[in-house]
């Protein structure tokens, strides 16, 4: 089994700032990819950032320049600092662990909300 804890979301006003982290635990014996994926209410869920293999990073175009994900190996925690946050930020944010390319060997946090909002 394999468990994923969120924490630091909340509320924050346009401009601010957030940092996410995702802890991994439990059967982790290899690690393809970590990543952020959100979901803004109406939506379909889509990725923020993510690491593969422990070197190659992925954007979202919206969030290039503003966010940056960094991970923890001894820790298999990974992080998501937003700057410069925006209203069209708000969305919950789920950690996403992958411990090989099949997509039954993927694992979800169970979210952390992030609102943006004056």
């Known amino acids: 089994q394999v468990q994923l804890v969120e924490s630091g979301g909340g509320l924050v006003q346009p401009g601010g700032s957030l940092r996410l982290s995702c802890a991994a635990s439990?059967?982790?014996?290899?690690?393809?990819?970590m990543g952020w994926y959100r979901q803004a209410p109406g939506k379909e869920r889509e990725l923020v950032a993510n690491?593969?293999?422990?070197?190659?990073?992925n954007y979202a175009d919206s969030v290039k320049g503003r966010f940056t994900i960094s991970r923890d190996n001894a820790k298999n925690t990974v992080y998501l600092q937003m700057n410069s946050l925006k209203p069209e930020d708000t969305a919950v944010y789920y950690c996403r662990y992958r411990k090989t390319v099949r997509p039954q060997d993927s694992y979800w946090g169970q979210g952390t909300q992030v609102i943006v909002s004056s």
């Open positions: 690491i593969i293999r422990g070197d190659l990073t």
């Open positions: 439990g059967s982790i014996f290899s690690i393809y990819a």
